[in-house]
């Protein structure tokens, strides 16, 4: 008799308000994407965006208890040159990757950075083994040495596709870029724009992007955009455009929530447009955003990293930086 009578007289229990907020907390922790990532790899040279990649971990280790790992790796094969070991690796450019990122990260004071140096038959293939040991976000900084048959670069674009898990990559798109272990800037974040079509990828995005702004004080705007050309074809068809708008109106609510529960400020906005690629990147300027950041899935191209067009175009063309997070 006790398990239904208990079942009954929880039932007539009134929860108050403030326990009520922290059973939806903890029911929205265990299926939170952030709440679940505790070990971080971050593959460095030291370069301005992996500084900036690693200025927002470390708003992330701010909010959540991090382990994070800062990894140079290097190749042992090289045509016309005798295998080297990592002994033979000069002091000071790992150290100075490794001073580089340590100075942006700005952990709490009860983490420590963990740096490891390794070397294999290639940087790929060094960086994906340390990857399978057990880690939950891959982070990286875009190279602006990319090919036309790259997205980032060869090596990022290898490791974002065979990653065992999820990927950050951070492209700072700022005109003041510096060389390799130069310290840059604090960049600061005052307004944080994550487009969303309310996949659970763009949930990612959105949890990533209010974790930082709970810690920074930005303003996190949440955008989705109608696609006119798709509705003047549904206008064909004698429909009107308040469908699309209110399933636009309930994927930004929801998103909405998920952000403001992690602390952040959250304003929404719906907007309409024939090339959603040109609206965000229009609002981008318009509105001073600061820091863009993507969720999407990987799909391959003819051998390349490729997240759709829309994503290419904002990564490329965007005036401030961009975050791109991709799930397994």
Not at 290 to 315: M, P, Q, Y
Request: aromatic fraction near 4%; charge should be neutral; proline fraction near 4%.
């Amino acid at each position: 008799m006790a398990p239904p009578l208990l079942r009954w007289t929880l039932s007539k229990v009134a929860i108050g308000e403030e326990e009520a907020q922290r059973l939806q907390q903890e029911e929205q922790a265990s299926r939170s994407f952030i709440k679940n990532i505790h070990r971080v790899l971050m593959p460095t040279r030291g370069g301005a965006n992996v500084q900036l990649a690693a200025q927002l971990v470390g708003y992330l280790a701010q909010q959540n208890e991090l382990e994070i790992t800062a990894l140079y790796a290097t190749s042992n094969i090289k045509p016309g040159l005798k295998q080297k070991t990592t002994a033979a690796i000069k002091d000071t450019a790992f150290e100075e990757a490794f001073s580089a990122i340590a100075e942006t990260l700005q952990l709490p004071g009860k983490e420590t950075l963990q740096t490891k140096v390794e070397t294999g038959n290639s940087k790929v293939e060094v960086i994906l083994k340390e990857a399978s040991r057990g880690y939950d976000l891959i982070v990286m900084g875009a190279s602006e040495q990319r090919t036309r048959d790259s997205l980032f670069n060869l090596l990022v674009d290898r490791v974002v596709q065979e990653a065992p898990c999820a990927t950050l990559v951070v492209k700072s798109n700022l005109s003041d870029r510096q060389g390799n272990f130069r310290l840059i800037d604090v960049h600061p974040i005052r307004h944080i724009l994550v487009p969303t079509v309310g996949s659970e990828y763009s949930k990612n995005a959105v949890e990533i992007a209010s974790t930082i702004a709970a810690q920074t004080g930005a303003l996190v705007t949440l955008i989705h955009v109608i696609n006119l050309p798709q509705v003047g074809y549904a206008l064909y068809d004698h429909q009107t455009l308040a469908p699309a708008r209110e399933m636009a109106q309930q994927i930004v609510e929801h998103q909405t929530e998920i952000g403001r529960l992690l602390g952040a400020t959250v304003e929404c906005k719906i907007l309409e447009g024939n090339s959603p690629e040109k609206t965000i990147l229009t609002f981008t300027r318009q509105e001073q955003v600061d820091l863009i950041v993507l969720g999407s899935s990987v799909r391959l191209a003819t051998g390349r990293v490729f997240f759709g067009h829309r994503v290419d175009a904002i990564l490329n063309r965007a005036n401030c930086p961009v975050a791109v997070i991709s799930a397994t």
